[in-house]
């Protein structure tokens, strides 16, 4: 299966700045990648699929990008409610596969 | 509304089986693939396996392969996932999920609650 790593484990900003998470896959996924936000004692809820296509209802501030092996997903300008875990999901290859997530904290 | 409305908390040991629960309202039950996933703490979510619930197909993770079963009720607009043989392991969230209504994409647009497992002697 293929592995999701992500990094970095925690990301300390500050309200305002600008965050990039990074998501390497083992193999290439092409564009078959999606992120998600979770909050503490939340379920995820999707915010990009398709490496770069906001999921309906999502803030134009949160943008993917890469393909292949490498994505980003960029917060351009944090706002205090985007404080949480973000995971990447590859679906190119079966069985989906997530990261292990990256911490956006203050 | 469009929602999932997932079965309460379980505790088991060792050895039980669970059966789970995933109600869905708001939208064309049969149109979308429904997906189990499990998260233990701290993780990212675990992908279990999935159904169509127009023709009841389903699709397994390997690793779960013979010890997990989904299935649904059209009239009720359920699905129901069960996992037997349960290990201290399996002790995790477990969550039901909508697939996308895009071409090609198994990206997940509607959640469940959560239902939380303990597996404990």
């Known amino acids: 299966e293929i592995v999701m790593t992500q990094s970095p484990a925690t990301l300390s900003v500050s309200p305002g700045e600008r965050a990039t998470l990074s998501c390497r896959a083992s193999q290439s996924v092409s564009t078959n990648l999606a992120w998600y936000q979770q909050k503490r004692g939340q379920a995820p809820r999707l915010l990009i699929y398709g490496a770069s296509t906001r999921a309906t209802g999502i803030p134009v501030r949160f943008s993917g990008s890469g393909s292949g092996t490498e994505l980003t997903l960029t917060i351009s300008s944090l706002q205090s409610e985007d404080f949480a875990v973000y995971y990447c999901q590859q679906y190119n290859n079966w069985p989906n596969t997530f990261g292990q997530g990256t911490k956006v904290e203050i | 509304q469009v929602q999932l409305v997932q079965s309460g908390a379980e505790v088991k040991k060792p050895g039980a089986s669970v059966i789970l629960s995933c109600k869905a309202s708001g939208y064309t039950f049969t149109t979308y693939f429904i997906h189990w996933l499990r998260q233990a703490p701290g993780q990212g979510p675990e992908w279990m396996g999935r159904?169509?619930?127009?023709?009841?197909?389903?699709n397994y993770a390997q690793n779960l392969q013979g010890r997990v079963t989904i299935a649904r009720d059209t009239s009720t607009h359920t699905v129901y996932m069960e996992l037997s043989g349960l290990r201290s392991e399996d002790t995790a969230l477990y969550y039901c999920?909508?697939?996308?209504?895009?071409?090609?994409?198994?990206?997940?647009?509607?959640w469940g609650q959560g239902t939380m497992v303990t597996v404990s002697s």
């Open positions: 159904i169509n619930p127009g023709d009841a197909t389903t």
């Open positions: 999920a909508r697939e996308i209504a895009v071409s090609g994409t198994k990206a997940f647009d509607l």
